[in-house]
């Protein structure tokens, strides 16, 4: 029997909750910029599934790869690692 490959975990922000069990997640990550080497902030957002519609707008939380759930949702929910204040 084959091996799954490992699903990529990032952590993010979220920044919507206003639909069922869905939330949508903004990642920020630092590049360095090729010609002047200033370090450039670059963020993405991602759909994720939230099964049990726990997540609130401001929440640190990790999001999983998986397999399409609708239109736009690659990614669920693992796990809330900070609620928002």
């Known amino acids: 029997m084959e091996e799954r490959a490992s699903r990529k975990e990032i952590v993010g922000k979220v920044l919507k909750n206003k639909m069922e069990k869905s ?3 903004s990642v920020e990550r630092r590049i360095q910029h090729p010609k002047y080497g200033k370090f450039v902030k670059k963020t993405s957002t991602f759909m994720a599934h939230d099964e049990k519609n726990e997540c609130s707008v401001g929440d640190i939380v990790q ?4 397999r399409p759930l609708s239109k736009n949702k690659r990614w669920r929910l693992v796990q809330i690692i900070e ?3």
């Not at 999001?63 to 998986?66: A, D, K, N, Q, R």
């Open 23 to 25: 939330i949508t997640v």
């Open 63 to 66: 999001i999983m790869e998986t």
């Open 83 to 85: 609620k928002a204040k």
